[in-house]
């Protein structure tokens, strides 16, 4: 699953690189509906098998602001003393996610 927001990052750098700063606003809208639905999966299946129970605010959270949604899920499922290394290995796959942009943002400026 994580794998796949990493393919989704590095296809939205290519494809506003190779645009010229002027996407097509439909692709560009697809590619965030799923990179935000397979965030949602992520969270729902971490969230069952941690055994934590879900809300709609939260839910919607995650779904509308992304890694601040899912850092106030990780903080509230899990246990005291896990709670800042969770945060911090999110922080460490937001920093992934920014350095798999980098290589869509060559290719595209390559082929432009």
């Known amino acids: 699953m994580l794998y796949a927001l990493l393919l989704i990052t590095a296809g939205e750098s290519f494809i506003v ?7 097509h606003v439909d692709v560009m809208a697809l590619l965030e509906v799923a990179s935000n639905f397979v965030a949602f999966v992520w969270y729902c299946r971490d969230s ?6 879900r809300s709609s605010g939260l839910n919607i959270a995650v779904i509308l602001l992304g ?6 899920y990780l903080v509230r ?9 969770a ?8 920093c992934l996610l920014v350095g798999a942009s980098v290589p869509g943002t060559i290719i595209g400026a390559i082929l432009t």
Do not use: C, E, Q, W
Request: net charge positive; glycine share 12%; no cysteine.
């Open 87 to 94: 945060v911090l290995r999110l922080l460490g796959f937001v």
């Open 77 to 85: 499922s899990r246990p005291k003393g896990k709670r800042l290394r």
């Open 67 to 72: 890694p601040f949604g899912v850092a106030f």
């Open 17 to 23: 690189t190779a645009a010229n700063d002027r996407p």
């Open 48 to 53: 069952d098998a941690m055994g934590y129970k």
